[in-house]
C-alpha cells in the first residue's frame, strides 16, 4: 500500500507533515510535501504546514454535533449536523440514507476521548473502494494511536458520529 499522508502536531513543535506506511504502520517525517501553498479538497489554498494545521483543527472542533444530532462527516472533509426525523433516535432507513449505503457498521471507540461517541459508516465501503475520510480516520487514531494499536486502518465512505444513546 502507497503512504499516507498526516499533519501531525505535538506540543511545543512546530506541525510537520509525516507519511504512514501502509504496510508496517511506521510514521516517518517527509519534507518532500512540506512546502505550501496547499490546496484543498474544496478549492481552498494554505500556505504552510502551519495553516494546513490550524485548518484540521478548526474542522476537528467542528465535527462534534449539539446535542440531539448527529455530524455527518463527508469524505471531502465536510460536516453537516442532522437530527433524527422523528423522536430522539435515528432510525435504519434515515442512517442508510445519509450514508447512501444498504448496510451499516457501528463501531465504539473503546479508548481515548470518544469512548461516549459511536461511529456509524457503510458496512461495505472498502469493499466499494469508497474515499478514505479524513476525519473519521483522523477520530481512529485518536482512539487508536498507531504506536500503540495495529493493524493500521483507515475509515472509508461517509460516516455519522453521535452518542450511542441516539441509535435505535
Known amino acids: 500500500m502507497p503512504p499516507r499522508l498526516f499533519v501531525q502536531v505535538q506540543p511545543e513543535q512546530p506541525p510537520r507533515i509525516v507519511a504512514l506506511c501502509g504496510t508496517t504502520g511506521k510514521r516517518f517525517v517527509t519534507h518532500a510535501y512540506e512546502h505550501g501553498p496547499f490546496k484543498l479538497e474544496n ?14 483543527a478548526g474542522q476537528h472542533r467542528a465535527m ?7 455530524m455527518l462527516l463527508g469524505v471531502d472533509g465536510s460536516t453537516q449536523e442532522i437530527r433524527p426525523r422523528k423522536g430522539k433516535r435515528f432510525k435504519l432507513d434515515q442512517m442508510y440514507e445519509a450514508l447512501n449505503c444498504d448496510f451499516i457498521d457501528v ?8 469512548q461516549e461517541w459511536i461511529l456509524v459508516f457503510d458496512d461495505e465501503g472498502k469493499f466499494k473502494e469508497r474515499p478514505i475520510n479524513p476525519l473519521a480516520t483522523a477520530l481512529w487514531y485518536e482512539s487508536y494511536p498507531l504506536d500503540q494499536f495495529s493493524p493500521v486502518d ?3 465512505g461517509p460516516v455519522l458520529l453521535m452518542k450511542s444513546k441516539m441509535m435505535k
Not at 478549492?43 to 484540521?56: E, K, M, N, T, W
Not at 462534534?64 to 448527529?70: K, L, R, V
Request: net charge negative; aromatic share 12%.
Open 64 to 70: 462534534f454535533p449539539a446535542e440531539g444530532g448527529a
Open 43 to 56: 478549492g481552498q489554498q494554505v500556505a504552510s504546514v502551519g495553516a494546513l494545521a490550524d485548518y484540521f
Open 107 to 114: 463501531h465504539r471507540p473503546q479508548h481515548g476521548p470518544y
Open 154 to 156: 483507515v475509515v472509508a
